[in-house]
């Protein structure tokens, strides 16, 4: 059979890029492992996403954002950085751009069926349900595509969406600089006793981190780090003991726990191929850049980076150029390295000294931590990136009216 383009997984970043090209006209094949059933009507899986304003904008322009509904989705109104058991915090406040919120939460299961309800909904999108991709082949014009079963499909491009441990870049001949933090995951919601106040909060606790994500109501998702050992531990407490043993790791700060829902653990590897793409393969969402959940960023780098790709290949189309050829692949490349890899390097000096509880490396997170608080331009850099807010924007939020020379 052919298509145009052949997309090799169908969760969030393989889903959207489909409506995307299916808005331009390109005819458009998306292949996935699991059953319509887990597609069309995802299982919660204990991770909310802390989604940005411009990954918001890109939904509501897919028209994904109007099949959530708007009492599934939590505002953070601030957020605060908090180092070991100190009383100091590095506070991120959006009302200096002039926003009312740093982003939203929506719980990934959300996310993921209303980008399945588009992409459903274009007549030049055909899903492919429990479909193992046994080979890619990808020629000089061409990419073939053969399943287990069998079955035969060619289009001018195909799109690697199969996960940070994608079996379609390890097989292409892709290598990726992955790094094991030696962590486990945590993730679960809480109902608490004090009010969040829709503050997000990140704690570097010398004993594991932790991060609150203020839910609507007196509840969070609540996310936690340990080394293997200890998650296995943490892991085999009834409802009652894993509440207990939060309260004080939070500081007090949301009073009594109890557990709201099941908890699941996820091993933590940050992922980073070397190149984004290849003759007639290109690399997106997690198959690209699978980051560390501790910025928040991974799914807002994944939304982001497929609307610029579809950007890049929309001129292509424009100009009647073959969507799998070099130069918008290239300029996609370009783009998603220099809005990615700043920030995945960050994150990794980061997390290295956050695990890190010798006395020097204590000092300097203080340290740094103080100097982050203080130095305000870089802050209000951030938060305008998050909040979508024009830096000309920020900066007359914040400067004082000048006076007018000339009347």
């Known amino acids: ?66 099949y959530i509904d708007t009492d599934q989705v939590s505002p953070i109104r601030c957020a605060r950085v908090h180092d070991g058991n100190g ?9 200096a751009t002039g926003a009312d919120r740093l982003g939203n939460i929506v719980s990934n299961h959300l996310i993921r069926k209303a980008l399945y309800d588009v992409a459903k909904s274009k007549a030049n999108i055909t899903l492919f349900f429990d479909a193992e991709v046994s080979t890619l082949q990808r020629g000089e014009k061409v990419a073939t595509l053969i399943l287990s079963d069998g079955s035969i499909f060619t289009g001018a491009l195909a799109v690697a969406a199969d996960t940070r441990f994608s079996k379609i870049r390890q097989s292409s001949g892709i290598m990726a600089d992955m790094h094991d933090f030696g962590q486990t995951m945590i993730v679960g919601r809480m109902a608490h006793e004090k009010s969040h106040h829709y503050i997000a909060h990140e704690l570097f606790r010398y004993d594991g981190g932790l991060a609150v994500l203020p839910i609507n109501g007196n509840k969070a998702s609540i996310v936690q780090t340990f080394a293997a050992d200890v998650a296995n531990e943490f892991m085999d407490m009834d409802d009652q003991a894993y509440a207990r043993a939060t309260e004080p790791r939070l500081k007090s700060l949301l009073g009594k726990l ?92 980061m997390m290295s000294l956050y695990t890190n509880n010798t006395l020097p490396a204590r000092i300097v997170r203080k340290v740094a931590l103080h100097a982050a608080q203080t130095f305000q331009p870089g802050k209000d850099v951030m938060m305008a990136r998050l909040t979508s807010t024009p830096m000309r924007n920020l900066l007359a939020n914040k400067l004082p009216a000048l006076p007018r020379l000339f009347m």
Request: glycine share 12%; charged share 20%; hydrophobic share 45%.
């Open 1 to 66: 059979m052919v298509y145009d383009i052949l997309v090799i997984g169908g969760g969030p970043a393989g889903l959207a890029f489909a409506s995307l090209m299916a808005g331009m006209g390109q005819k458009v094949a998306v292949f996935d492992r699991q059953p319509k059933k887990a597609l069309a009507n995802p299982t919660f899986d204990g991770r909310d996403i802390a989604l940005s304003e411009k990954s918001r904008q890109i939904m509501d322009e897919l028209g994904a954002w109007q």
């Open 87 to 95: 009383p100091s915090s590095l506070v991120f406040d959006p009302r």
């Open 258 to 349: 109890a557990c709201d829902g099941p908890r699941i653990a996820y091993p933590l590897v940050g992922v980073y191929a070397q190149k984004f793409y290849t003759d007639r393969l290109v690399l997106i969402g997690d198959a690209a850049v699978g980051m560390h959940p501790v910025t928040a960023h991974g799914f807002n780098f994944g939304i982001q980076g497929v609307a610029n790709l579809a950007g890049h290949l929309r001129q292509s189309i424009a100009r009647g150029r073959d969507i799998g050829a070099p130069g918008a692949l290239r300029a996609y490349q370009r783009d998603h390295r220099r809005l990615s890899w700043p920030l995945y390097q960050m994150t990794e000096k």
